[in-house]
């Protein structure tokens, strides 16, 4: 779709699920508006960013593997395109991830979900204890087993969001973006309401309103306070609440010729409980040199900072890697993520015409299945063909189900 269809089109929610469509949204030839109070205040602040596809299978959950392992592979040419748009770091690292298992019940635990992994054709690959010294000798001794992963990888979704923004924000060279819409408008409110109209969306906001072509709903757990269409579209969403800490590695905790504590992302498995462990790169300027680690999943109602989960989460953090009890701790970020019955997100589109698209509830997911995500939104939008395969991924998170 070019410039001389456009669309107006708005984008209420400005988390890196929202930010990315309105960015899919803009190439397409779409003029955008993103309506938010706080773009990239929400979960995606707090987010580690883990990229992970095989190491965050859980059972029973099939058809989300294979969403995640498609939104995976949609990453490398999303980061492309926004490298030509801006020069900021896109905070995207293709560093792998380690399991680890604490203790012999650990080992059991996490080996069966491996061999899941691997019946399913995933790259899991046990180290030997040389491997593991070799590869990362800062952790710990004595780890019942580790495994590799070296597909699954990470991005710092606060880099991210800045990188983003300025791309939405940038005047774009026409030679190398020929179709793309003029820089997007923002708007610091919060949506009321949204509704269908004989003159188009529109959408309210803190006492005002304006008129759109078409709409995206990439609210998050905002969804349920919007008035109209989402209330004739109710979604089971619930708020799912995470802690997550950042830590500082301090010069002196590395020996020379060390760059960083660890090189891979790990995620382990101690005394039962979950624990990741994400580096954060040297020259990374929002968090250098730095560990985060998390995360809790809480839905006990406190919107605030659980102690008991972070004294756990330190506690196996440092239990896999020692150095933990030495760096400093710089942050602890609480976040509500809007979480499903079933862990798969809602997207579609629900109104007539299909001039609004949902999407929301991606839960531990958002990071990773966002540009997934914002193509889909924008092929509803636009009416662009779709392939089957993204019949099936639409079918998986239909709104209605």
Not at 152 to 168: F, G, I, K, S
Not at 238 to 254: A, F, K, M, S, W
Not at 325 to 349: F, H, K, N, S
Request: with cysteine; proline share 8%; net charge negative.
């Amino acid at each position: 779709m070019g410039q001389n269809v456009q669309l107006s089109t708005a984008v209420i929610g400005a988390g890196v699920v929202g930010l990315l469509t309105a960015w899919q949204l803009r190439l397409s030839g779409h003029a955008v508006t993103i309506l938010d109070p706080a773009p990239g205040a929400q979960a995606s602040y707090a987010a580690a960013g883990m990229l992970a596809p095989i190491s965050e299978v859980q059972y029973g959950q099939q058809q989300l593997w294979e969403l995640m392992t498609a939104a995976q592979a949609e990453y490398p040419a999303l980061i492309r395109t926004l490298q030509q748009a801006s020069a900021l770091p896109t905070g995207y690292r293709e560093n792998g991830t380690l399991l680890v298992a604490a203790d012999p019940g650990d080992r059991q635990a996490t080996a069966e979900l491996v061999a899941v992994q691997q019946a399913a054709g995933m790259e899991v690959t046990p180290l030997s204890s040389r491997q593991l010294r070799s590869a990362e000798p800062a952790l710990a001794p004595g780890l019942a087993k580790v495994w590799s992963v070296p597909g699954d990888h990470q991005v710092n979704p606060r880099q991210l969001v800045r990188c983003v923004t300025e791309a939405l924000d940038a005047q774009l060279d026409p030679g190398v973006f020929p179709t793309a819409g003029p820089p997007a408008q923002w708007i610091a409110a919060r949506v009321t309401r949204v509704e269908q109209t004989e003159q188009g969306i529109r959408v309210e906001y803190d006492g005002a309103a304006a008129v759109f072509d078409r709409a995206a709903l990439v609210p998050g757990l905002g969804y349920t306070d919007i008035a109209g269409l989402p209330q004739q579209q109710p979604l089971d969403l619930r708020p799912v609440h995470g802690d997550v800490i950042r830590l500082r590695v301090r010069p002196e905790q590395l020996s020379p010729g060390e760059q960083h504590l660890i090189s891979s992302t790990l995620r382990a498995k101690v005394r039962g409980r979950s624990v990741y462990l994400v580096p954060r790169a040297p020259e990374d300027p929002l968090e250098p040199l730095g560990l985060v680690v998390g995360a809790s999943s809480r839905e006990d109602g406190l919107p605030g900072t659980h102690t008991g989960s972070v004294a756990e989460l330190l506690e196996d953090a440092a239990a896999v890697l020692p150095a933990v009890r030495d760096a400093e701790l710089v942050e602890i970020t609480t976040r509500a993520r809007p979480g499903t019955p079933d862990d798969r997100p809602y997207l579609g589109a629900v109104s007539p015409g299909g001039g609004v698209v949902i999407s929301t509830g991606y839960h531990r997911h958002g990071i990773l299945l966002a540009p997934l995500a914002a193509r889909l939104t924008v092929a509803l939008l636009s009416g662009e063909p779709l392939s089957e395969a993204d019949r099936d991924y639409l079918e998986t998170m239909r709104p209605d189900r």
